[in-house]
């Protein structure tokens, strides 16, 4: 145990304070799926989580891939043709390019349905969009999670076609990403669902390919072709087909000479018929057999994922059903799942979950029959398998593996031997999982890696590089669209990032020196970061009060949100890079670092580059300059709060008044018509801090004291 143990502490360690890919695999019942359940909830980083299809995605918490990385569902030739014709045909939004941006982690549950050339699409979707074509997936920390021993990728034959080309294998680790640089292979081997010891030792010799003429009487003393469900068990029939399970439950449901009950799934928003859990209507009867479909969140658990039961009563929309062994009945309670889209906050640049539609159900299905496909990672005591048309050897294995006991298995089909044969490719695969000592060594280096690459991505600036170099070319292309002024601005903030980025290159190497020193000076290099941090801060001074004060505009109204996109994700990162050094320079620790990078909040931002983006200049208003400020802030937070009018954040009137009296303290905005109790709470230190820097900036003095007093 102590051992297992080990290698679940291993895993949890790598995930979260090392930027290492890790295969993280084991057997049916190890607990891959609480892993990822407790990773979501207790790690740090900026974390997605995407699945091979709809219902895995549900299931594991995220969306599928080709959703989150708008991939094509044709085969992808990994060539650099390939790749350019992929990248032209994903149009992604400024907002999307900053999630994969911020992502710190990427988890690819049931990875051993993932073709290679998916993950080969994924790897160049990461390294376009995160300006980073040197390393695997951008430089992101990528964990994959499955069993390769389950079900395989789905590849038709005219796909494998084209995709044996390329390919060795469709499996995902011979995909062209993995061959480059393999992930570290964990896998978990203390097994919960198996108790018999033979039973264990049968499963490993078939994984390995070496199942012995002893394993093989084993389950031929299993095989009992005229077994009958008794009419009281706890017997769940896996099949090969829907049709062959629902043809059963129908059966057996008949066989009850009582009354129907149905159930309506609630269905808000947006989820998919296609990744429904179980029935939308759920027909139940007393005395039905059923098997829970989730594991229970109350504490005690009352049942799991797989648990089989009968239903004791039905009293109106309350369901009661008792387990074999259990004292007390279980009242069943609404469960619900929900569809997920990863969204950008744009406050404070946190990947959140944003609910598109849930699904509300009773967690039960009827369970005399099920199909081995939808057994896969499910628990039971007793399992009947009719595996006779099993279409891949994977199906059987995870049919044999879904049972706690030998004793408790009974097939209606004879199993051969050659039903049971493993891809070679995958037992070879399996070969390279590392001992836990050699793991233990790793994760000491890793640790050291990860805290170094963490320092160091403060002091570098090649992202705002490549934003600064397309903001170059957009106006470069439309030199006739801009005024006269822009080609020089966006020069000389060009040369200045550049410099920045040289300065902060130099100053990576010293770091990396000093960390890579045996036994390193904390105090000297914090010394270091210190002094580095006042470098940069007054830099990236006055490259901030350079962008705010930008001359540049177009009447193009499409190059004009480009531009100004663009010039923001700038703005907001090198404020970022402030914040984040005001906060390490005196005290640096990794601990810190997050701290700082979630606490931040991205600063508004007072730029329009489009020369038409209104007529209304400010002339009602004795400083239009300032009113230009405050209609510009207006838009600003429209944007931040989804507001579809300007005229919801604050009218015109109220511009005029603020640019008219100049309101300094909150006492003077409140008198402001407009600024309620609300608006005060939301943005109104905003508008205040923008007249107070104004007001300073040109020597002006507040004028609320001709501001006519506010009828009641």
Same mark, same amino acid.
């Given at each position: 145990?102590?051992?297992?143990?080990?290698?679940?502490?291993?895993?949890?360690?790598?995930?979260?304070?090392? +930027?290492?890919?890790?295969?993280?695999?084991?057997?049916?019942?190890?607990?891959?799926?609480?892993?990822?359940?407790?990773?979501?909830?207790?790690?740090?980083?900026?974390? +997605?989580?995407?699945?091979?299809?709809?219902?895995?995605?549900?299931?594991?918490?995220?969306?599928?891939?080709?959703?989150?990385?708008?991939?094509?569902?044709?085969?992808?030739?990994?060539?650099?043709?390939?790749?350019?014709?992929?990248?032209?045909?994903?149009?992604?939004?400024?907002?999307?390019?900053?999630?994969?941006?911020?992502?710190?982690?990427?988890?690819? %549950?049931?990875?051993?349905?993932?073709?290679?050339?998916?993950?080969? !699409?994924?790897?160049?979707?990461?390294?376009?969009?995160?300006?980073?074509?040197?390393?695997?997936?951008?430089?992101?920390?990528?964990?994959?999670? &499955?069993?390769?021993?389950?079900?395989?990728?789905?590849?038709?034959?005219? !796909?494998?076609?084209?995709?044996? /080309?390329?390919?060795?294998?469709?499996?995902?680790? $011979?995909?062209?990403?993995?061959?480059?640089?393999?992930?570290?292979?964990?896998?978990?081997?203390?097994?919960?669902?198996?108790?018999?010891?033979?039973?264990?030792?049968?499963?490993?010799?078939?994984?390995?390919?070496?199942?012995?003429?002893?394993?093989?009487?084993?389950? !031929?003393?299993?095989?009992?072709?005229?077994?009958?469900?008794?009419?009281?068990?706890?017997?769940?029939?896996?099949?090969?087909?829907?049709?062959?399970?629902?043809?059963?439950?129908?059966?057996?449901?008949?066989?009850?000479?009582?009354?129907?009950?149905?159930? !309506?799934?609630?269905?808000?928003?947006?989820?998919?018929?296609?990744?429904?859990?179980?029935?939308?209507?759920?027909?139940?009867?007393?005395?039905?057999?059923?098997?829970?479909?989730?594991?229970?969140?109350?504490?005690?658990?009352?049942?799991?994922?797989?648990?089989? &039961?009968?239903?004791?009563? *039905?009293?109106?929309?309350?369901?009661?059903? $008792?387990?074999?062994?259990?004292?007390?009945?279980?009242?069943?309670?609404?469960?619900?799942?929900?569809?997920?889209?990863?969204?950008?906050?744009?406050?404070?640049?946190?990947?959140?979950?944003?609910?598109?539609?849930?699904?509300?159900?009773?967690?039960?299905?009827?369970?005399?029959?099920?199909?081995?496909?939808?057994?896969?990672?499910?628990?039971?005591?007793?399992?009947?398998?009719?595996?006779?048309?099993?279409?891949?050897?994977?199906?059987?294995?995870? +049919?044999?593996?879904?049972?706690?006991?030998?004793?408790?298995?009974?097939?209606?089909?004879?199993? $051969?031997?050659?039903?049971?044969?493993?891809?070679?490719?995958?037992?070879?695969?399996?070969?390279?999982?590392?001992?836990?000592?050699?793991?233990?060594? /790793?994760?000491?280096?890793?640790?050291?890696?990860?805290?170094?690459?963490?320092?160091?991505?403060?002091?570098?600036?090649?992202?705002?590089?490549? %934003?600064?170099?397309?903001?170059?070319?957009? *106006?470069?292309?439309?030199?006739?669209?801009?005024?006269?002024?822009?080609?020089?601005?966006?020069?000389?903030?060009?040369?200045?990032?550049?410099?920045?980025?040289?300065?902060?290159?130099?100053?990576? $190497?010293?770091?990396?020196?000093?960390?890579?020193?045996?036994?390193?000076?904390?105090?000297?290099?914090? =010394?270091?970061?210190? +002094?580095?941090?006042?470098?940069?801060?007054?830099?990236?001074?006055?490259?901030?009060?350079?962008?705010?004060?930008?001359?540049?505009?177009?009447?193009?109204?499409?190059?004009?949100?480009?531009?100004?996109?663009?010039?923001?994700?700038?703005?907001?990162?090198?404020?970022?890079?402030?914040?984040?050094?005001?906060?390490?320079?005196?005290?640096?620790?990794?601990?810190?670092?997050?701290?700082?990078?979630?606490?931040?909040?991205?600063?508004?931002?007072?730029? =329009?580059?489009?020369?038409?983006?209104?007529?209304?200049?400010?002339?009602?208003?004795?400083?239009?300059?300032?009113?230009?400020?405050?209609?510009?802030?207006?838009?600003?937070?429209?944007?931040?709060?989804?507001?579809?009018?300007?005229?919801?954040?604050?009218?015109?009137?109220?511009?005029?008044?603020?640019?008219?009296?100049?309101?300094?303290?909150?006492?003077?905005?409140?008198?402001?018509?407009?600024?309620?109790?609300?608006?005060?709470?939301?943005?109104?230190?905003?508008?205040?801090?923008?007249?107070?820097?104004?007001?300073?900036?040109?020597?002006?003095?507040?004028?609320?004291?001709?501001?006519?007093?506010?009828?009641?």
């Amino acid at each position: 145990m102590a051992e297992a143990n080990a290698y679940y502490t291993l895993a949890d360690e790598f995930a979260k304070i090392t +930027a290492r890919s890790v295969f993280l695999t084991g057997k049916a019942g190890t607990g891959k799926t609480t892993f990822l359940r407790r990773l979501k909830e207790e790690t740090q980083k900026q974390i +997605a989580v995407v699945a091979p299809t709809g219902v895995a995605a549900i299931n594991a918490g995220g969306v599928t891939m080709h959703s989150f990385f708008q991939l094509p569902f044709t085969p992808f030739v990994p060539t650099a043709e390939g790749r350019r014709n992929l990248i032209s045909k994903i149009k992604m939004s400024t907002s999307r390019r900053k999630l994969m941006q911020e992502l710190e982690m990427l988890v690819i %549950d049931e990875i051993s349905m993932v073709r290679a050339d998916v993950l080969d !699409e994924v790897d160049a979707v990461l390294r376009y969009f995160r300006y980073n074509q040197a390393e695997p997936f951008g430089g992101l920390q990528v964990f994959f999670i &499955g069993d390769m021993y389950q079900l395989p990728p789905v590849v038709q034959g005219d !796909e494998w076609n084209i995709l044996s /080309q390329f390919y060795q294998t469709p499996y995902f680790f $011979h995909s062209k990403v993995i061959q480059q640089c393999s992930p570290l292979y964990i896998e978990f081997d203390k097994i919960f669902r198996q108790q018999n010891e033979h039973f264990i030792y049968l499963l490993n010799e078939i994984r390995s390919n070496m199942l012995s003429y002893e394993s093989m009487k084993l389950l !031929e003393s299993r095989y009992q072709p005229d077994f009958k469900l008794p009419k009281k068990n706890n017997y769940i029939v896996l099949t090969t087909h829907n049709a062959k399970a629902d043809r059963i439950n129908a059966e057996e449901m008949t066989k009850i000479k009582s009354k129907t009950y149905r159930f !309506e799934a609630i269905i808000k928003g947006e989820f998919p018929e296609r990744n429904y859990p179980n029935e939308a209507v759920l027909e139940l009867k007393e005395h039905a057999k059923v098997m829970f479909i989730s594991n229970d969140k109350h504490f005690p658990r009352r049942y799991f994922n797989g648990k089989i &039961g009968e239903v004791s009563r *039905i009293e109106k929309d309350k369901i009661f059903v $008792h387990c074999e062994n259990d004292k007390d009945e279980i009242e069943v309670c609404y469960e619900t799942w929900t569809n997920i889209r990863y969204t950008i906050n744009k406050q404070n640049n946190q990947i959140e979950e944003n609910e598109l539609g849930s699904y509300t159900q009773y967690p039960l299905r009827l369970a005399w029959a099920i199909t081995i496909h939808k057994s896969q990672g499910l628990t039971f005591d007793k399992a009947v398998i009719d595996a006779e048309a099993a279409f891949t050897s994977g199906q059987v294995y995870v +049919a044999l593996s879904r049972c706690r006991t030998l004793e408790g298995l009974v097939l209606l089909s004879p199993i $051969h031997k050659d039903c049971l044969h493993v891809d070679p490719h995958i037992v070879q695969y399996a070969k390279s999982k590392p001992p836990l000592e050699i793991l233990n060594k /790793q994760l000491e280096n890793d640790k050291k890696v990860y805290n170094q690459k963490i320092l160091l991505s403060i002091f570098d600036f090649k992202r705002s590089l490549v %934003d600064v170099t397309s903001i170059q070319e957009l *106006i470069r292309r439309n030199s006739t669209s801009f005024n006269s002024q822009a080609s020089s601005f966006i020069d000389e903030l060009t040369t200045a990032i550049k410099d920045m980025d040289s300065i902060g290159e130099r100053f990576k $190497h010293q770091l990396l020196s000093i960390c890579q020193q045996e036994n390193m000076d904390q105090k000297y290099l914090q =010394n270091r970061i210190a +002094a580095a941090s006042d470098y940069f801060l007054v830099q990236i001074d006055k490259m901030l009060s350079s962008i705010r004060q930008s001359p540049v505009e177009t009447d193009s109204r499409e190059n004009a949100y480009t531009f100004t996109e663009s010039l923001r994700i700038i703005y907001q990162e090198l404020a970022r890079k402030k914040y984040i050094m005001e906060g390490i320079k005196e005290d640096y620790s990794t601990a810190k670092f997050f701290e700082r990078k979630k606490t931040f909040k991205n600063p508004v931002f007072n730029v =329009n580059a489009y020369s038409l983006y209104s007529k209304d200049k400010g002339e009602h208003s004795l400083h239009p300059a300032l009113y230009r400020l405050l209609k510009q802030l207006r838009y600003e937070l429209s944007e931040i709060y989804d507001s579809n009018t300007y005229q919801r954040i604050l009218s015109t009137k109220a511009l005029e008044d603020i640019s008219n009296y100049l309101p300094l303290t909150m006492k003077d905005l409140k008198r402001i018509r407009g600024f309620g109790k609300q608006k005060i709470k939301l943005f109104g230190q905003e508008f205040l801090d923008l007249v107070v820097n104004y007001c300073k900036e040109n020597g002006l003095e507040s004028r609320m004291y001709e501001m006519p007093t506010r009828k009641k």
